[in-house]
């Protein structure tokens, strides 16, 4: 299986996503149209909508979550290597609101699920950068951003053996085409985990 590519469009097929730090990669089936970003997420055009990315998966692993996501310059919280710690973060998250986590299966793994989005009606022009940061990989920025009212993402977060890491699939807002969105949802249901053949990288 090749890897996903960096950036640009890709071909219908099962790509590779490596987690830092692991060596095992998520294994991620996707049909055509699609097109990569920074090697771990991918997005889709809806073409009778105005944004770049109507649908869009990310897959991957962040140490820290903003503890208010509209003031969260100075405001990221390391929230340790397990599954739960991220999930309480999230919950606890101001300005964003997240639904009760179910158990569900990611390949072998066992994880939990849920849903993360907007809380009520945030005024984006009052928060750092103009945008909500979710979570990031450090301190000095932000690697998840929303960027309107109405965005929208589905979690899945997996113990892999004591390192954790994730698959979202997010949509800007409920316009969408029901067909993209039912593709990306399809997408999502595809990525897996495969069992370990050694230990972690250290």
């Known amino acids: ?79 340790g290597p397990s599954v739960e710690a991220f999930i309480r973060a999230m919950a606890a998250q101001s300005s964003t609101a997240s639904t009760p986590p179910v158990k569900v299966m990611v390949g072998d793994y066992a994880g939990f699920e849920f849903d993360h989005s907007v809380e009520g009606s945030v005024d984006f022009n009052a928060c750092d ?3 909500l940061c979710i979570h990031a990989l450090h301190t000095q920025g932000c690697s998840r951003l929303y960027s309107t009212q109405n965005e929208h993402e589905t979690y899945r977060v997996v113990d892999l053996e004591g390192q954790r890491a994730f698959v979202a699939v997010g949509y800007i807002d409920e316009s969408i085409n029901p067909e993209l969105m039912r593709e990306a949802r399809a997408v999502f249901d595809s990525t897996v985990f495969s069992p370990p053949s050694d230990q972690l990288i250290r």
Not at 22 to 27: A, G, L, M, R, V
Request: aromatic share 12%; charged share 20%; hydrophobic share 40%.
């Open 129 to 131: 950068g103009g945008k």
């Open 1 to 79: 299986m090749p890897p996903l590519p960096e950036s640009g469009d890709i071909d219908a097929g099962t790509y590779l996503v490596p987690v830092a730090g692991y060596k095992e990669p998520f294994e991620i089936t996707v049909p055509g149209g699609w097109f990569a970003f920074d090697g771990n997420s991918l997005g889709k055009d809806d073409p009778d909508h105005p944004a770049e990315w109507a649908v869009y998966l990310t897959l991957g692993s962040a140490d820290y979550v903003a503890q208010d996501a509209c003031t969260w310059r100075g405001a990221l919280a390391d929230v």
